[in-house]
């Protein structure tokens, strides 16, 4: 059974960084598209960035602050989060699917894993 675990999240001060994993079990992350969502209270989720073989895409809210990359010796997706914002304060969510483009749409990934609280003070 496919099994995403993130970890890295915490509490970080505003304009701090953090990296954010996501690992599996039963999963090969190059075969399928992974992305990370977001959720806040009281906020729908969102599409924050994805990757796919040599593609990446991102919000435009994180868009030069963010990177997503791939891990193979990992087999892991990380998340590297630079110059955090009190707006970036979440529950982060890895996701993936099977095919090759990269979707916003949190409807359309069938693997999740359970969230990573990132809290970002002022």
């Known amino acids: 059974q ?3 675990v993130e970890s890295g999240g915490g509490l970080v001060q505003a304009g701090g960084s953090l990296r954010l994993s996501c690992a599996a079990s ?9 992305a990370w969502f977001r959720q806040a209270p009281g906020k729908e989720r969102e599409f924050v960035a994805g990757i796919s073989g040599g ?3 991102y919000a435009d809210s994180v868009k030069g602050r963010f990177t997503v990359f791939r891990d193979n010796a990992k087999n892991a997706v990380d998340l ?3 110059s955090l914002k009190t707006e970036d304060t979440a529950v982060y969510y890895c996701a993936a699917r099977g095919g090759r483009r990269i979707v ?3 409807d359309l990934y069938g693997y999740w894993g359970r969230g990573t609280q990132v809290t970002v003070s002022s």
């Open 2 to 4: 496919v099994q995403l």
């Open 26 to 34: 039963e999963f090969t992350f190059s075969s399928y598209t992974t």
């Open 55 to 57: 593609s990446r895409d």
């Open 80 to 82: 590297q989060m630079s």
């Open 104 to 106: 916003n749409s949190a």
